[in-house]
């Protein structure tokens, strides 16, 4: 069984990956997700922070996210000498009207520039750290808009905060025709996309394809609860036994072996925060070490199962 000694080098597994936007943004292959957190969100993000996380996802959405929570658990880590804002990737979204309620961070009847503007300069205002200029690692559009002009539009307004105020953009919820379409158009290139993991997408197997060719990352959401079949596959069960780790990390593992890719982790359980950071690590140990046969047979099983060349 491997073994993870703190502070001993990152294994190839778990390293960071570099977005494409700016060569100083690091993104750890766990991600923290915060949406639907409620009132616990602050608590939450300080306790996934606390326990090893140096990644979070959240949105201007206070329908389903609450971003102001977020960083109140960032800027408690921050203040009790946990973590430094530099040490950890923040990533927010815009999102268009129609994924609003009344709660939304702009003016509703704002013409659209306008909204735009509003809700960067709120999740600007949230992410701000006393004594330090405010940015963000990654602002992401949270779907495309009703158009391909309009969704265009909204990124040449987004661009107009990077590199300083917005380091990197990307895109959620989205298709590998758009994503085509903002790489090969816009002087920003797109640095994430963001989409869901599971069988009624096939995976994502092309739009994976075409971010790891073009140097983008792709970030899973809805990864471990909308996979029971995988989850419970021959390759996650090889791989928890041989590395000895907990079912989920095999799985994060083997997802995150697919190459370019993070995982959105959005457990509010403290030991499984601790167990799936661990568990990436100590899976990263064995395979490059005692487990190196298993671990290739077992990516290769699980690339199969989910239709990757």
């Not at 559009?141 to 990124?155: A, E, I, K, N, Y």
């Not at 092309?206 to 471990?224: H, M, N, P």
């Not at 995988?230 to 190459?259: F, I, N, R, T």
Request: with cysteine; hydrophobic share 40%; proline share 5%.
């Amino acid at each position: 069984m491997a073994q993870v000694t703190i502070g001993s080098p990152v294994s190839r597994l778990a390293k960071e990956l570099t977005l494409a936007g700016s060569a100083a943004t690091m993104m750890p292959k766990l991600v923290y997700g915060t949406a639907w957190k409620r009132e616990r969100t602050a608590d939450l993000v300080y306790a996934a922070l606390k326990a090893g996380f140096r990644g979070i996802d959240t949105a201007a959405q206070p329908k389903h996210y609450d971003e102001h929570g977020v960083a109140a658990g960032m800027k408690r880590a921050v203040a009790e000498g946990i973590i430094k804002r530099q040490d950890v990737f923040v990533q927010t979204k815009f999102t268009a009207p129609d994924g609003q309620n009344h709660l939304a961070p702009y003016d509703l009847d704002a013409p659209l520039a306008h909204k735009i503007h509003q809700s960067v300069q709120s999740s600007l205002q949230n992410f701000t750290i006393d004594g330090q200029e405010p940015y963000l690692d990654s602002l992401v559009l949270h779907s495309p808009m009703d158009t391909l002009q309009d969704t265009m539009t909204v990124w040449k307004i987004l661009e107009s905060y990077t590199p300083h105020k917005i380091h990197n953009l990307g895109i959620s919820n989205t298709t590998l025709q758009v994503v085509e379409v903002l790489y090969g158009n816009m002087a920003v290139k797109p640095s994430v996309v963001q989409n869901r993991f599971y069988d009624g997408t096939q995976w994502e197997v092309d739009i994976r394809a075409y971010c790891r060719e073009k140097g983008i990352v792709f970030q899973s959401f809805w990864t471990l609860t909308s996979n029971p079949q995988l989850v419970k596959s021959q390759p996650v069960k090889l791989v928890s036994q041989k590395a000895g780790v907990k079912v989920p990390a095999a799985y994060y593992a083997l997802v995150v072996g697919l190459e370019g890719l993070t995982v959105l982790d959005g457990t509010t359980k403290e030991l499984h925060m601790r167990e799936d950071l661990e568990g990436l690590e100590k899976v990263g140990v064995w395979a490059e070490g005692p487990g190196a046969s298993d671990w290739a047979s077992a990516l290769a099983g699980f690339k199969e199962l989910i239709g990757d060349e």
